[in-house]
């Protein structure tokens, strides 16, 4: 890959403790950290005046308390409903009205989940709730947060909730730098969690949907039953007792945990000039005091000793899942099983391809990733696969493990590999192209894994795999002790056994 | 709002960007090209629109156009055996691509700059001479068969399309879906004459941007690449007017799923008419975005939904607005209830100037987003000279949607978003439903699979 063009004042002017990055084999981006902990990363790129802006906290669904799992997802939602200054027609006064709500919800609770709830005393407290809400209402400036980025000209103004991390994304035209600045600083320093509980019906239907979807479902099956203790066995959006019993209190006290400056990094990439991000960064962001991050050992997934077999029974065509527990990314073994699934599944000459939806017919399509759902912690080696009719997902369950252990006693070939190093690298160069999708990918390697240049790491490792360190994972990882699938079928006739 | 937020916003001018207009040649057969050299990164962009569409397959062989348009890519070619460029193209990590849209072929290409002339070879060589290899042809027809029997598996999905069908009726061809028995009647032949009639030179506009060298060089190597192509004698069937009845409709499909679907459906524009601009405009305020009136009152203020949003969509005859939302089957007699009250109030008054001014802003703001690269740029002035837009339009967009003034936007609201003449289609479970569909206007019951 052949050296970027960069522009030649990327350098100039920065200030002290920042820096651009010289190594011709990543992107001249500039990074620094402010002295409260908060990671900058600024990529200047020049065609639109536009620029993208990311922040990403290193906290995810895994980072939840028991029995609070979706909160982290919950607090995502909450971070569009303003601050003291913004969606408040006078903080001081909607305060103590937004502390009525609370309490009115936390009564609420404590009857329903009293052992025997009186439905007389539990309509008399909803009925309290809703005119809590009213009154806290009447003291709120309705969406204005939105309607700021609305006028703004925003683009793409979303967040995510992963395992891992959470992230909040906008692109804005590039004159917007300082306004994105103010409104974000006072964003994460400042939020009010206001209109919590009508928030929490929203992620209830959000949840609906998603258990209406059978891929989605799938996949949240598919994690509950391959992790027995690890945390990635929780559903993002939460398990439904759970969400309909998270408060506000729980959003702030997981908010004062992790969203300190320490936990985050941040990305600019489009027209920006690095000195002058640094310059904002520190002017809006610089006061925000950082926090002492608790310690993320979670119960450590115990090896998995026997196959596990699930049948997800749901009104839909069939489809499989399959996990094999990965050693994790830091773990050397992760090279050869990411080479395992490109070699598997990389477009229509992988093995996948070639063999079950060409050659045997009996697959619509067939996948496999080497690390699912997250990173920070051992995940699951996936493969997904849907069976083209007549075939049965026994025969396809049968088919994708030949291949899968055929990896063994057929290592991939020199052109196999080559090829997947080439598009590996294809995929670096061409992820420079798209502002948001780089912006994202700079903070969330830098927040989640410790480095914005984790991808192209990643590269240096994969160029380094020899076909028998791929059949050697394989034998190792891709077994069946080791494996959960999950079949989708049609539910049984009633009657049937 | 905090003071000093207050004085930033106030201080910033709307976004002013002219996009630069790219080079448009005609090659010697007629085929027209937008160029645009672009060396940033060291990746070369194709796409070229063909005028087809799955709006031109025979009523009898729906699915036809779908085929032959993904077997030019699958199916190899007269010099290039499928094997061969799938495996050319996957070492390269080059990527080819042919697809159909309901008024569009596309076919495109991204590679690197080191492999563009074996690569374009094997692109030229895809769109004018393709194979259609018999076993690649039943491949591919059992995958389509396959996309059948499974398209109801994603309820939301189901309901947009299924609304679609019955909004202009399963005959015209705006509401066609492919079916086994069309699928299965599809030959070699028909391809083979499908593609000789639209995939001419004269029928396409390619769309370039990249590091190709010089923009000269790059208009001689797609003249030698397409030499030998025979412009000329594209016949395209025209489309039957499309008829809506006024009046409620509304339709339901029987489905046990946590989360039912509503849509809803109002007759819209024909494209370049010029009330584009005020409806683009209503639309932003009414469900383009997370502050619009759906989203702040259905999903905001009373929780009923996470998706909630609308959209609308030109067309050459009559095109929709359409309007979705995802919630548990108890509340859909309020969503949609509450959807029709907001459809219902952008006809009554006109919107305070406040709101007209940020949903102006919205849509002239983000303007500049629909060219992140050089290569969206010029695929955006390919489709505008595909669709018949004069060439001044991109250029004039933002004049026109600044020029929306409240009045208009009431005007467009009046004739265009009222409520009783809208189709309403839910997926739900109808035992489980908070009010009978029935209250809404007379319901007919349509078949699940």
Aim: hydrophobic residues 40%; glycine residues 8%; contains cysteine.
């Amino acid at each position: 890959m052949r050296r970027r063009q960069r522009p030649a004042r990327a350098s100039r002017g920065l200030p002290p403790g920042a820096s651009e990055e010289k190594d011709p084999r990543y992107p001249p981006v500039v990074s620094c950290t402010l002295s409260n902990g908060l990671r900058l990363l600024v990529l200047e790129k020049k065609f639109v005046p536009t620029a993208s802006f990311t922040i990403v906290f290193n906290v995810g669904n895994v980072d939840n308390p028991q029995g609070k799992t979706g909160l982290a997802h919950m607090f995502e939602h909450m971070a569009f409903k303003g601050t003291r200054t913004i969606n408040s027609a006078g903080y001081a006064r909607e305060k103590p009205a937004l502390d009525r709500v609370e309490a009115a919800a936390l009564a609420l609770a404590r009857a329903e989940r009293s052992p025997r709830p009186d439905p007389a005393r539990l309509e008399k407290l909803r009925a309290a709730l809703a005119s809590a809400q009213r009154r806290a209402d009447a003291l709120s400036v309705k969406d204005e947060y939105l309607k700021i980025y609305n006028a703004l000209g925003e683009n793409g103004l979303n967040a995510m909730t992963s395992t891992d991390y959470t992230g909040y994304v906008v692109s804005l035209p590039a004159d917007r730098l300082e306004a994105w600045m103010a409104i974000e600083s006072d964003r994460f320093k400042n939020p009010v969690l206001r209109e919590f509980y009508r928030e929490r019906e929203v992620v209830a239907e959000e949840r609906l949907m998603s258990d209406s979807d059978p891929n989605r479902l799938l996949w949240d099956v598919l994690m509950a039953n391959a992790f027995t203790a690890h945390p990635y066995r929780n559903p993002t959006l939460g398990w439904p007792d759970d969400l309909a019993g998270l408060s506000r209190s729980d959003a702030e006290e997981f908010y004062r945990t992790y969203y300190v400056p320490n936990n985050a990094a941040l990305s600019v990439v489009g027209d920006a000039r690095p000195a002058e991000v640094v310059r904002l960064a520190e002017k809006y962001f610089g006061g925000w005091r950082p926090g002492e991050l608790p310690s993320r050992c979670y119960t450590e997934e115990p090896e998995q000793r026997s196959e596990k077999l699930v049948n997800l029974f749901f009104k839909a065509s069939p489809a499989l899942r399959i996990g094999f527990h990965n050693p994790g990314m830091a773990h050397p073994d992760i090279y050869p099983l990411i080479m395992a699934g490109e070699v598997l599944s990389g477009g229509k000459t992988g093995r996948f391809y070639r063999r079950l939806v060409e050659g045997r017919q009996l697959a619509l399509y067939a996948g496999a990733w080497a690390a699912a759902p997250g990173s920070r912690y051992p995940s699951l080696f996936a493969v997904a696969a849907d069976p083209k009719a007549p075939h049965t997902l026994e025969e396809l369950d049968a088919a994708v493990m030949d291949e899968i252990t055929g990896l063994a006693s057929e290592p991939p070939t020199r052109w196999e590999l080559e090829k997947v190093i080439n598009n590996y690298e294809t995929e670096l160069i061409r992820q420079l192209e798209s502002n948001p999708g780089l912006g994202m990918s700079l903070a969330q390697n830098e927040a989640v894994m410790g480095d914005w240049r984790f991808d192209w790491k990643i590269g240096d490792g994969l160029r380094r795999v020899k076909p028998e360190d791929v059949s050697a994972a394989a034998a190792r990882y891709l077994v069946r002790p080791n494996r959960t699938a999950v079949f989708l079928r049609e539910p049984p006739e009633k009657g049937a056994a | 709002m905090n003071a000093r937020c207050a004085r930033l916003l106030a201080s910033l001018p709307e976004a002013d960007f002219r996009p630069p207009r790219g080079r448009r040649a005609v090659l010697s057969n007629g085929l027209t090209v937008h160029l645009l050299k672009d060396a940033t990164l060291p990746v070369v962009h194709l796409t070229a629109f063909v005028r087809t569409g799955k709006i031109c397959d025979p009523a009898d062989r729906i699915g036809l156009g779908e085929m032959t348009a993904a077997l030019l890519k699958d199916g190899g070619t007269l010099n290039y055996k499928a094997e061969e460029m799938d495996r050319t193209l996957e070492y390269l990590a080059a990527s080819l691509e042919s697809y159909l849209g309901i008024e569009e072929g596309r076919a495109g290409l991204t590679v690197l700059k080191k492999d563009l002339p074996a690569v374009l070879s094997i692109f030229s060589d895809m769109l004018m001479r393709p194979a259609f290899a018999p076993e690649k042809t039943e491949l591919k027809r059992a995958e389509l068969l396959e996309l059948v029997r499974r398209r109801n598996d994603d309820p939301a999905r189901q309901a947009v399309r299924e609304a679609l069908r019955s909004f202009y009726g399963p005959a015209h061809p705006y509401g066609w879906r492919a079916e086994e028995a069309s699928l299965s009647a599809v030959t070699a032949d028909d391809m083979k004459a499908w593609h000789a009639n639209y995939y001419r030179p004269d029928n396409v506009i390619l769309a370039a941007a990249g590091d190709f060298g010089s923009e000269e060089g790059m208009l001689r190597g797609l003249e030698a690449g397409f030499a030998g192509w025979k412009p000329g004698g594209t016949v395209s069937p025209g489309i039957p007017p499309v008829e809506l009845p006024a009046g409620r409709r509304v339709f339901h499909i029987q489905k046990d799923v946590p989360q039912a679907s509503i849509v809803l459906l109002l007759k819209a524009l024909k494209r370049h008419d010029p009330r584009e601009f005020p409806l683009a405009v209503a639309n932003e305020m009414l469900g383009g975005g997370l502050s619009s009136r759906l989203t702040a009152e259905i999903r905001s203020r009373l929780g009923l939904a996470y998706s909630v949003y609308s959209y609308f969509v030109k067309k050459p005859d009559y095109g929709y607005t359409l309007a979705y939302c995802g919630t548990s089957p108890g509340s859909v007699g309020r969503a949609l209830s509450e959807m029709l009250r907001q459809f219902s109030l952008m006809g009554e008054k006109a919107p305070p100037a406040e709101e007209t001014a940020r949903a102006r802003n919205a849509l002239i703001n983000s303007f500049v987003f629909r060219f992140p690269t050089p290569f969206d740029l010029l695929t955006e002035r390919a489709n505008y000279e595909y669709y018949g837009y004069a060439p001044s339009y991109l250029d004039d967009y933002v004049r026109n949607i600044a020029g929306v003034s409240p009045e208009d936007v009431l005007s467009a609201g009046r004739e265009l978003l009222r409520p009783d003449d809208a189709m309403v289609l839910v997926v739900g479970d109808a035992r489980k439903l908070d009010r009978p569909l029935s209250e809404f206007g007379p319901v007919t019951e349509l078949p699940g699979d």
